[in-house]
């Protein structure tokens, strides 16, 4: 089964800090993927990254970036949360070649 | 970024009934997928379909891939309480990483 893990399930910060999201999947995928979900939005890309050391813009990178020094491990960063950055963050990968993206269990990001 | 068009936005059904919802879209894809996600949970992934007119079961579980690759269909039979959650319906195109989503239906179900 394919597994992939979020560091914290709920996290509480204060504005103007510096978080860290981390994602591992422990199934040898190449791309990985970070989204945000938010009521009436959806889920909405903010970055990817189709191998080690890669990364492409999502849909709404705006305040965020991506590290991808391993391949087993995607993390997200925020250099200076805001509160409009209080949401769902979901992680997920898949093989490339396959369309099909599985998820980690999200985590629920405030920001005071 | 585009969103796929998912109905019915909710529904509110008795145990023991049938369920049905589909998700169309203005662009063909080559691969349909369908997740459910439990409040406070990442989306899972119930269904794949990979070929135009494809119906797949998983368990009480069907999806159809449509034959114009621009929707596709999940039916859910004999609900239970913990079908209870929001589905989600996904596109994808070969040598594309990106996914298309669905704006999702929510499944409710009355006592």
């Known amino acids: 089964d394919v597994k992939v893990t979020q560091s914290s399930r709920y996290l509480v910060k204060r504005t103007g800090e510096k978080v860290f999201l981390e994602c591992v999947q422990d199934?040898?995928?190449?791309?990985m993927f970070w989204y945000r979900q938010d009521p009436g939005l959806g889920l909405r890309l903010i970055y990817f990254?189709?191998?080690?050391?890669?990364?492409e813009k999502g849909d709404i990178p705006e305040g965020y970036s991506v590290s991808r020094e391993k391949k087993e491990r995607f993390s997200l960063i925020l250099e200076s949360a805001s509160t409009n950055q209080t949401s769902m963050y979901l992680c997920?990968?898949?093989?490339?070649?396959?369309?099909?993206?599985?998820f980690g269990p999200g985590t629920r990001l405030t920001v005071l | 970024g585009q969103q796929l068009n998912q109905s019915p936005q909710s529904m509110f059904i008795q145990e023991g009934e049938d369920v049905s919802m589909n998700c169309t879209s203005s662009?063909?894809?080559?691969?349909w997928l369908w997740y459910k996600q439990d409040p406070g949970e990442g989306p899972v992934l119930l269904i794949a379909?990979?070929?135009?007119?494809e119906l797949t079961s998983n368990g009480r579980l069907t999806a159809q891939f449509g034959i114009t690759r621009k929707d596709s269909f999940l039916n859910i039979s004999a609900s239970i309480p913990s079908d209870v959650g929001i589905y989600f319906c996904?596109?994808?195109?070969?040598?594309?990483?990106?996914?298309?989503f669905g704006t999702g239906t929510r499944l409710t179900i009355i006592p």
């Open positions: 997920a990968s898949r093989k490339s070649s396959y369309n099909e993206q599985f």
């Open positions: 199934m040898d995928h190449e791309n």
């Open positions: 990254s189709y191998d080690v050391k890669m990364k």
């Open positions: 662009s063909i894809f080559n691969t």
């Open positions: 379909l990979y070929k135009a007119g």
């Open positions: 996904a596109g994808g195109a070969f040598g594309n990483e990106k996914l298309t």
